[in-house]
C-alpha cells in the first residue's frame, strides 16, 4: 500500500447544494492546488500563506485556459492537520458538474481519489489518533441525533482511551503488589494487605461495571431507545405516537424491518431517539393464533429497554392491575422500565381520577413500575409527565457531563471479558488463592484492555515494584 | 599443538562450560580458552543455584541436554523448594552448593569429553577478515583459528573493582582482567556500555555466634534439577542463618557514605535495582530500620560463609565495623571485603536470536557480556550460543526457543529485543505464559527438542516418554474412575473436605484444594495397582506432574488460548520487508530502535521498548492486514 501519494475526495454529501467542499491531503497538496488555483490577490503565493489562514481565488485548467469557479481555500499545514499531513479544503460552488470538474483537475495534476475512510485511516498511521478514535470517526458522521453526536465527539477526543489510563494505572499497581510476592517471596519485603487488594479489585470493578453498563445506554443512543408498548387496540396507541410526535415537532418515520414483523415509530425526544415497537398485547386466550402473538410480545417485552403498559380509563380496575401484574412477570427492573401510560383521563373528572388511582392496590402496583401516568393523548394532558419519565430511562447526565460511554461493540466485548476476568480476580482474593492466579487474571484484564488501546509491557510491572519496594536481600 | 578449531570458546564461566559440552556433545571440534583452569565454572558471587524463575531455566538447561543441573545436584549441601505454597508455576528449586565441588565436578564433566581441547591464556584479539571472524590472539601471541568464536568472557572485559577509594583492576580478586578486547569491538562498531555490580564479605563461621540467629535448613523431598533419575547428592547437608541489621548499622554505613565511591561520583554505571548494595538501601528506603542479611555456607565442610544482603562498595574498615553491630556478628572474623564491580558489557540488541552478532559474522557471545547477571542466566546463553554455532556448521535450521516454550526463549528475546539498562536478571513476571513454564515439566516442553537437534541422547528421551506414558494413564484414570461415598469419605474428613453424598468421578474431588493424588492410590485400589507399576525413584515426579495438569487445566487451557492467539503476530514475518528510516508515520524512537534490532516477525517488533502499539498497527496497515 502506498501512503506518500496525494488524496482528494469530495467531503460533503453528493447532489446539488449552496456551497460544496474538497479535500486534499498529502505532501504534494499544496504543489497540486497551486497548479490550478490564482489567488484574487496577486501579490499572494499559495505555498507561502501562513497555515490555518483562508484564500479566495480562482479555480483555472490552464490547459484550457477555462475559469472553473471562485473559491475559497482553507490551508492546513503538517503535521497540525487533521491527517497530520498538508490539507488544503477548497469550498466551491455546489453544483455537481463544478465539484467534479475540480476533482478531475486535482486528478490530472498528481492527486489520487480517496478510498472511502482514507482519510481517518491517514489520520490514525500519523498518530493523530488511536484506534478507538478512529472508529468514533465513523460514529460521529454517521450520528443521527444530538446525543449520538456528543458520545461519538467525546470519543473522539480520547474519552475512552484517557479512562482505559486511569484504570490501566490502577491495574498496574494491583499487579506489582501481587506480583512483589511472587518473584520477591524470599526477599525482606513487606507483602500487600489483603484488604487493600479486595479494595483495589473492587474499584477497578466497578470502574469496569461502569463502562460496561454504559454499552447499553451508549447502544441505545446510537441506534435508538426501543419502547414496546403493550395495550389493547382501543387504547389510543396511535393518538399517542401523533401526540408525541406533535409535542416534539420531531420526525417519525417508519422502518419496515427485513427480519422484524412490527412496525417501527422512531421519533427523536430532546435529541434522543426512540424507537416505539408495536405489540399485539397479552390477553390471556386459548386461540392458538393469538397465544403465537402474545408469546411474540414477550420476545418484544424482552428486547426493549423501556416497555410502555397502555390502558384506557375505561378499563376496569381488576384488568388493568391484572396487566400490570402480568406485564410486571416478565420485566427484568434492574435493566428495564415499566411505564404505565392510562390514556383518555379526559372521560373523568380530575378528582375522580386522583381518587380512583391512589386506592392501596394501585399503591401496591405503583411501587413496583417506573410510574403510573394518566394523560390524555387527545388533549395532551400529562404529556411533559410521560416525556419526563422516559427521558429519566437515559442518563442524559452521563452524556452531558461527558462521562465515558462505550458505543462500539468490539470494545464493549473486549471491556465485558475483561470485567468477567477481574470477577475472577475479586472470587480469587476472597477463596485465598495464590497470587500467580490472581495474576494470571489480571493479565488477561490488562490483555483484553490493551486490545482498545495499547498494551502494558512486563517491564513496566518490573519497574513500579522496584520504584516502590527495598529488594535485594 | 593443533591451530585450528571448529569452534573457540572464549573464558571458562558458567556459559563458557555450557557452550562447550554443547558444541562437543554435537561433535565438534572445540577449543576452550581460560585463564585459570583452576577456577572453571567459578560462583564468583553466592554459593547457590536456582531461585525464583532461575531453578526453572536450570530445569529447561537440563531438559536440552545441558549439564547446570546435573553439578548442581551433585555439589547440592542444602536444597528447598521455594513458593511451594503457591500455584505449580512459581515452585522454584534452589540448591546451596559446595563451590569447589562444584567447579571440579564441571572440570571432570569437561575433561572427559574428547572433543574438547584446553588453553590456558587470556584473549587479548580477534583474528578478523571481510567481516567474519576467523579466530583470536592470546596475551602470550599465539594465534588460535576457527570457524566460530563464541566470546563468553563475564566481567572480565575492562573489570575494575572498588573497595571504599581503592581500585583495583580485575574480573575478580585476584584475577586480571581482560583488556583490548573491548576496545577491539568498540572500534567495529559494537556499543559498549558499562555496568556495575557487588558482592559482599565472607565471614569466618568459627567466629559467629549462630544462637543469636535464624536457623534455616533445607528441606527433605524427592525435589532436584536434573530429570535424570541418578543425578543427586551424598554430601552433608547444612543450614543457612538469618538475622538483620538495625539502627546502629544503618548509622556508621551513613557515616561512610562519603567515602563510598557509588556516593561520591566514582562510579557511574548502572547496578541492578534489585540487588542493591547495602549503602543503596539505606539511602533509598531511609524508613526501613531494620533490613535481612542471610549467611550461606560456602561448602560441605568450609567454614567461610557469604554474606547475602551486604554487598557493598564502602572502604573495608567501615563495612566491619558496621556488620560487627549486628547480632551474632559482635565478634566476628572476615576472610574479606565486599567490592563493587564495573564491566563492559556489548549491547545485546546487536545480535540475532541466536546469539551470533550481527557485525560480525562467526561471533557469538553469551553470558554476562550480553548485559545479564545471574549463572543461570548466563549458562542458558552458553548452552543455545553452543547449539547454534554447531548447527550452522553442520547446515542445520537454527534453535530458537519461544517465549511461550521456556525462560530461555523469554530471556533471549528479551535481549535482543528490548536490550538491557540495568544487569538483566530472570523473574516469572517476565514471562507472559508464567503456567505454561512450569518447573515440573521443563523436560516435556524442551527434551524433544533437544533430542532432534542430537544433544539429547536416546536414553534421556526414553526416560521422558516414559514418564508421559504414566502421566497420561494416570489423568485416564483419574477422569474415569468412580468412586462411592462411603470408599472416600473418612479420607475428604481427614483433610476438611466436605463429603460426598454420591458416587462420582475421581476427576472431581482431585480438583479440590488438599486433595493429593498420592493419597488417592490408598483408597482406590485400581490407581494403587498402577502407581506399583511406577518406577520407584520417579514415582514422586511423574504424579506430581499428573496432579497439577489435572488440578490447574482451567488456568494452563486459558494461557494456552492466549498463548496461541497472540502466536498469530510471532507468524507475520516482516524481516527485511520495511526501510524503517521511510516510514515517517512510526516515531523517530520506533524507526530508530526498528531499524536497530531488524525484528523477525510483528510480535517481536511489538515487544520492542519505543515501538508503540500505535506503530505496531501502521506496519499491520502497512502490510495490508
Known amino acids: 500500500m502506498i501512503t506518500n501519494d496525494t488524496i482528494c475526495a469530495i467531503s460533503t454529501a453528493p447532489g446539488s447544494a449552496?456551497?460544496?467542499?474538497?479535500?486534499?491531503?498529502?505532501?504534494?497538496?499544496?504543489?497540486?492546488?497551486?497548479?490550478?488555483?490564482?489567488?484574487?490577490?496577486?501579490?499572494?503565493?499559495?505555498?507561502?500563506?501562513?497555515?490555518?489562514?483562508?484564500?479566495?481565488?480562482?479555480?483555472?485548467?490552464?490547459?484550457?485556459?477555462?475559469?472553473?469557479?471562485?473559491?475559497?481555500?482553507?490551508?492546513?499545514?503538517?503535521?497540525?492537520?487533521?491527517?497530520?499531513?498538508?490539507?488544503?479544503?477548497?469550498?466551491?460552488?455546489?453544483?455537481?458538474?463544478?465539484?467534479?470538474?475540480?476533482?478531475?483537475?486535482?486528478?490530472?495534476?498528481?492527486?489520487?481519489?480517496?478510498?472511502?475512510?482514507?482519510?481517518?485511516?491517514?489520520?490514525?498511521?500519523?498518530?493523530?489518533?488511536?484506534?478507538?478514535?478512529?472508529?468514533?470517526?465513523?460514529?460521529?458522521?454517521?450520528?443521527?441525533?444530538?446525543?449520538?453526536?456528543?458520545?461519538?465527539?467525546?470519543?473522539?477526543?480520547?474519552?475512552?482511551?484517557?479512562?482505559?489510563?486511569?484504570?490501566?494505572?490502577?491495574?498496574?499497581?494491583?499487579?506489582?503488589?501481587?506480583?512483589?510476592?511472587?518473584?520477591?517471596?524470599?526477599?525482606?519485603?513487606?507483602?500487600?494487605?489483603?484488604?487493600?487488594?479486595?479494595?483495589?479489585?473492587?474499584?477497578?470493578?466497578?470502574?469496569?461495571?461502569?463502562?460496561?453498563?454504559?454499552?447499553?445506554?451508549?447502544?441505545?443512543?446510537?441506534?435508538?431507545?426501543?419502547?414496546?408498548?403493550?395495550?389493547?387496540?382501543?387504547?389510543?396507541?396511535?393518538?399517542?405516537?401523533?401526540?408525541?410526535?406533535?409535542?416534539?415537532?420531531?420526525?417519525?418515520?417508519?422502518?419496515?424491518?427485513?427480519?422484524?414483523?412490527?412496525?417501527?415509530?422512531?421519533?427523536?425526544?430532546?435529541?434522543?431517539?426512540?424507537?416505539?415497537?408495536?405489540?399485539?398485547?397479552?390477553?390471556?386466550?386459548?386461540?392458538?393464533?393469538?397465544?403465537?402473538?402474545?408469546?411474540?410480545?414477550?420476545?418484544?417485552?424482552?428486547?426493549?429497554?423501556?416497555?410502555?403498559?397502555?390502558?384506557?380509563?375505561?378499563?376496569?380496575?381488576?384488568?388493568?392491575?391484572?396487566?400490570?401484574?402480568?406485564?410486571?412477570?416478565?420485566?427484568?427492573?434492574?435493566?428495564?422500565?415499566?411505564?404505565?401510560?392510562?390514556?383518555?383521563?379526559?372521560?373523568?373528572?380530575?378528582?375522580?381520577?386522583?381518587?380512583?388511582?391512589?386506592?392501596?392496590?394501585?399503591?401496591?402496583?405503583?411501587?413496583?413500575?417506573?410510574?403510573?401516568?394518566?394523560?390524555?393523548?387527545?388533549?395532551?394532558?400529562?404529556?411533559?409527565?410521560?416525556?419526563?419519565?422516559?427521558?429519566?430511562?437515559?442518563?442524559?447526565?452521563?452524556?452531558?457531563?461527558?462521562?465515558?460511554?462505550?458505543?462500539?461493540?468490539?470494545?464493549?466485548?473486549?471491556?465485558?471479558?475483561?470485567?468477567?476476568?477481574?470477577?475472577?480476580?475479586?472470587?480469587?482474593?476472597?477463596?485465598?488463592?495464590?497470587?500467580?492466579?490472581?495474576?494470571?487474571?489480571?493479565?488477561?484484564?490488562?490483555?483484553?484492555?490493551?486490545?482498545?488501546?495499547?498494551?502494558?509491557?512486563?517491564?513496566?510491572?518490573?519497574?513500579?515494584?522496584?520504584?516502590?519496594?527495598?529488594?535485594?536481600? | 599443538m593443533l591451530r585450528s578449531y571448529d569452534i573457540i570458546i572464549v573464558g571458562g564461566g558458567h556459559a563458557g562450560c555450557e557452550a562447550a559440552m554443547a558444541c562437543g556433545n554435537l561433535g565438534m571440534n572445540v577449543l576452550l580458552i581460560t585463564h585459570d583452569m583452576d577456577r572453571i565454572a567459578q560462583m564468583s558471587c553466592n554459593p547457590a543455584i536456582g531461585g525464583i524463575a532461575k531453578g526453572q531455566i536450570v530445569r529447561e538447561i537440563d531438559s536440552l541436554g545441558g549439564y547446570m543441573g546435573i553439578v548442581t545436584d551433585f555439589s547440592s549441601i542444602q536444597f528447598r523448594m521455594l513458593n511451594r505454597s503457591k500455584g505449580p508455576a512459581m515452585w522454584s528449586p534452589r540448591s546451596q552448593c559446595d563451590r569447589i565441588l562444584f567447579s571440579r565436578k564441571w572440570r571432570t564433566i569437561l575433561e572427559s569429553n574428547s572433543n574438547i581441547s584446553f588453553w590456558q591464556d587470556s584473549v587479548e584479539d580477534l583474528i578478523i577478515r571481510d567481516k567474519s571472524v576467523h579466530g583470536v590472539i592470546t596475551k602470550t601471541g599465539i594465534e588460535f583459528f576457527a570457524k566460530k568464536v563464541i566470546l563468553t568472557t563475564g566481567t572480565f572485559l575492562n573489570g575494575l573493582m572498588h573497595i571504599g577509594s581503592v581500585q583495583i583492576e580485575g574480573g575478580r580478586i585476584s584475577e586480571p582482567a581482560s583488556k583490548g578486547l573491548s576496545d577491539k569491538l568498540q572500534s567495529l562498531g559494537f556499543n559498549v556500555g558499562r555496568m556495575k555490580t557487588g558482592t559482599p564479605v565472607r565471614v569466618d563461621g568459627r567466629s559467629v555466634d549462630f544462637s543469636q540467629m535464624e536457623e534455616q535448613a533445607g528441606e527433605d523431598s524427592f525435589y532436584k534439577f536434573s530429570y535424570l533419575p541418578d543425578s543427586g547428592t551424598t554430601l552433608n547437608q547444612r543450614s543457612c542463618y538469618i538475622t538483620y541489621t538495625n539502627s546502629d548499622v544503618h548509622s556508621v554505613i551513613n557515616k561512610g557514605l562519603s567515602s563510598s565511591p557509588m556516593y561520591d561520583g566514582t562510579i557511574q554505571s548502572t547496578g541492578p535495582r534489585y540487588c542493591p548494595s547495602i549503602e543503596t538501601k539505606i539511602v533509598t528506603f531511609p524508613d526501613k530500620s531494620l533490613h535481612q542479611l542471610y549467611l550461606e555456607p560456602e561448602g560441605e565442610s568450609t567454614v567461610e560463609y557469604y554474606l547475602n544482603g551486604f554487598s557493598s562498595s564502602l572502604p573495608s574498615e567501615i563495612q566491619f565495623e558496621a556488620l560487627r553491630l549486628v547480632p551474632g556478628l559482635q565478634n566476628a572474623k572476615f576472610f574479606r571485603a565486599g567490592y563493587a564491580i564495573e564491566y563492559?558489557?556489548?549491547?545485546?540488541?546487536?545480535?540475532?536470536?541466536?546469539?551470533?552478532?550481527?557485525?560480525?559474522?562467526?561471533?557469538?557471545?553469551?553470558?554476562?557480556?550480553?548485559?545479564?547477571?545471574?549463572?543461570?542466566?548466563?549458562?542458558?546463553?552458553?548452552?543455545?550460543?553452543?547449539?547454534?554455532?554447531?548447527?550452522?556448521?553442520?547446515?542445520?535450521?537454527?534453535?530458537?526457543?519461544?517465549?511461550?516454550?521456556?525462560?530461555?526463549?523469554?530471556?533471549?528475546?528479551?535481549?535482543?529485543?528490548?536490550?538491557?539498562?540495568?544487569?538483566?536478571?530472570?523473574?516469572?513476571?517476565?514471562?507472559?505464559?508464567?503456567?505454561?513454564?512450569?518447573?515440573?515439566?521443563?523436560?516435556?516442553?524442551?527434551?524433544?527438542?533437544?533430542?532432534?537437534?542430537?544433544?539429547?541422547?536416546?536414553?534421556?528421551?526414553?526416560?521422558?516418554?516414559?514418564?508421559?506414558?504414566?502421566?497420561?494413564?494416570?489423568?485416564?484414570?483419574?477422569?474415569?474412575?468412580?468412586?462411592?461415598?462411603?470408599?472416600?469419605n473418612p479420607y475428604l474428613k481427614s483433610v476438611n473436605s466436605s463429603s460426598l453424598k454420591q458416587g462420582v468421578k475421581l476427576s472431581s474431588i482431585v480438583t479440590r484444594p488438599h486433595i493429593k493424588l498420592k493419597e488417592l492410590g490408598d483408597i482406590v485400589e485400581e490407581l494403587d495397582r498402577f502407581y506399583s507399576t511406577i518406577p520407584g525413584e520417579r514415582f514422586e515426579e511423574i504424579i506430581e506432574s499428573a496432579e497439577i495438569l489435572i488440578k490447574y487445566s482451567g488456568y494452563i487451557t486459558r494461557e494456552r488460548k492466549i498463548a496461541d492467539k497472540l502466536h498469530r503476530l510471532e507468524n507475520i514475518y516482516i524481516k527485511d520487508k520495511f526501510d524503517y528510516s521511510n516510514i515517517h508515520t512510526i516515531s523517530t524512537e520506533g524507526r530508530q530502535k526498528l531499524a536497530l534490532i531488524k525484528p523477525e516477525t510483528i510480535g517481536q517488533a511489538s515487544r520492542i521498548s519505543g515501538v508503540s502499539p500505535a506503530d505496531i498497527n501502521v506496519l499491520l496497515v502497512l502490510l495490508g492486514r
Open chain 1, 18 to 473: 449552496a456551497i460544496a467542499l474538497i479535500r486534499i491531503t498529502g505532501s504534494k497538496a499544496y504543489d497540486i492546488c497551486n497548479n490550478i488555483f490564482l489567488p484574487a490577490n496577486k501579490k499572494k503565493e499559495l505555498q507561502k500563506e501562513p497555515a490555518n489562514s483562508l484564500i479566495f481565488g480562482t479555480i483555472k485548467d490552464k490547459e484550457s485556459k477555462r475559469d472553473i469557479d471562485e473559491v475559497i481555500l482553507s490551508l492546513f499545514r503538517a503535521p497540525h492537520s487533521f491527517t497530520g499531513e498538508d490539507i488544503i479544503e477548497i469550498a466551491c460552488h455546489g453544483a455537481p458538474f463544478i465539484q467534479n470538474e475540480i476533482v478531475n483537475l486535482l486528478i490530472k495534476n498528481g492527486a489520487r481519489l480517496a478510498q472511502p475512510g482514507e482519510f481517518t485511516q491517514r489520520a490514525f498511521i500519523n498518530g493523530k489518533m488511536d484506534l478507538s478514535q478512529a472508529e468514533a470517526v465513523a460514529d460521529l458522521i454517521a450520528s443521527q441525533s444530538e446525543s449520538s453526536r456528543k458520545v461519538a465527539f467525546q470519543q473522539m477526543k480520547g474519552g475512552i482511551s484517557s479512562e482505559l489510563l486511569t484504570l490501566r494505572e490502577k491495574l498496574l499497581w494491583f499487579i506489582s503488589m501481587v506480583e512483589l510476592e511472587l518473584d520477591f517471596s524470599e526477599e525482606d519485603v513487606e507483602f500487600a494487605d489483603r484488604n487493600e487488594l479486595q479494595n483495589l479489585v473492587a474499584e477497578i470493578k466497578e470502574h469496569l461495571d461502569r463502562l460496561v453498563n454504559s454499552f447499553t445506554l451508549g447502544n441505545a443512543i446510537k441506534h435508538g431507545i426501543p419502547v414496546a408498548i403493550v395495550g389493547h387496540t382501543n387504547a389510543g396507541k396511535s393518538t399517542l405516537l401523533n401526540t408525541l410526535l406533535n409535542e416534539e415537532k420531531a420526525i417519525v418515520s417508519e422502518i419496515h424491518g427485513t427480519t422484524r414483523d412490527a412496525i417501527e415509530d422512531v421519533i427523536n425526544i430532546e435529541g434522543v431517539t426512540f424507537r416505539f415497537i408495536d405489540t399485539a398485547g397479552i390477553r390471556e386466550t386459548t386461540d392458538k393464533i393469538e397465544n403465537l402473538g402474545i408469546k411474540l410480545t414477550y420476545d418484544k417485552i424482552k428486547k426493549a429497554q423501556i416497555v410502555l403498559l397502555l390502558a384506557d380509563v375505561n378499563d376496569p380496575d381488576n384488568k388493568i392491575q391484572e396487566a400490570i401484574s402480568q406485564v410486571s412477570e416478565k420485566i427484568d427492573f434492574k435493566n428495564q422500565q415499566l411505564i404505565v401510560v392510562i390514556n383518555k383521563s379526559d372521560l373523568l373528572t380530575k378528582e375522580k381520577i386522583e381518587k380512583r388511582f391512589s386506592t392501596p392496590a394501585y399503591k401496591e402496583l405503583k411501587e413496583k413500575v417506573s410510574a403510573i401516568i394518566t394523560v390524555s393523548a387527545k388533549y395532551h394532558n400529562n404529556i411533559n409527565l410521560l416525556i419526563e419519565e422516559l427521558l429519566k430511562t437515559v442518563n442524559l447526565n452521563a452524556i452531558n457531563q461527558n462521562e465515558v460511554i462505550v458505543t462500539n461493540a468490539r470494545h464493549y466485548e473486549a471491556l465485558s471479558n475483561a470485567l468477567e476476568s477481574i470477577i475472577r480476580v475479586e472470587e480469587g482474593l476472597e477463596n485465598e488463592i495464590s497470587g500467580d492466579f490472581l495474576a494470571q487474571d489480571i493479565r488477561e484484564v490488562l490483555h483484553y484492555l490493551g486490545s482498545i488501546t495499547g498494551q502494558i509491557s512486563t517491564d513496566e510491572i518490573l519497574g513500579n515494584i522496584f520504584k516502590n519496594f527495598c529488594i535485594g536481600k
Open chain 2, 344 to 488: 563492559d558489557y556489548l549491547d545485546p540488541q546487536q545480535l540475532y536470536h541466536t546469539l551470533q552478532s550481527k557485525l560480525l559474522n562467526n561471533l557469538y557471545l553469551a553470558g554476562q557480556i550480553n548485559g545479564t547477571t545471574g549463572y543461570e542466566e548466563a549458562a542458558a546463553q552458553g548452552l543455545i550460543a553452543g547449539i547454534n554455532a554447531s548447527l550452522n556448521l553442520k547446515d542445520q535450521k537454527l534453535f530458537k526457543l519461544d517465549r511461550d516454550e521456556a525462560y530461555i526463549g523469554v530471556l533471549i528475546d528479551d535481549l535482543v529485543t528490548k536490550g538491557v539498562d540495568e544487569p538483566y536478571r530472570m523473574f516469572t513476571s517476565r514471562a507472559e505464559y508464567r503456567i505454561l513454564l512450569r518447573q515440573d515439566d521443563a523436560d516435556v516442553r524442551l527434551t524433544p527438542r533437544g533430542y532432534s537437534i542430537g544433544l539429547v541422547n536416546k536414553e534421556r528421551y526414553s526416560l521422558l516418554q516414559e514418564k508421559i506414558r504414566y502421566r497420561d494413564e494416570i489423568i485416564n484414570l483419574i477422569n474415569n474412575i468412580s468412586i462411592k461415598p462411603e470408599q472416600v
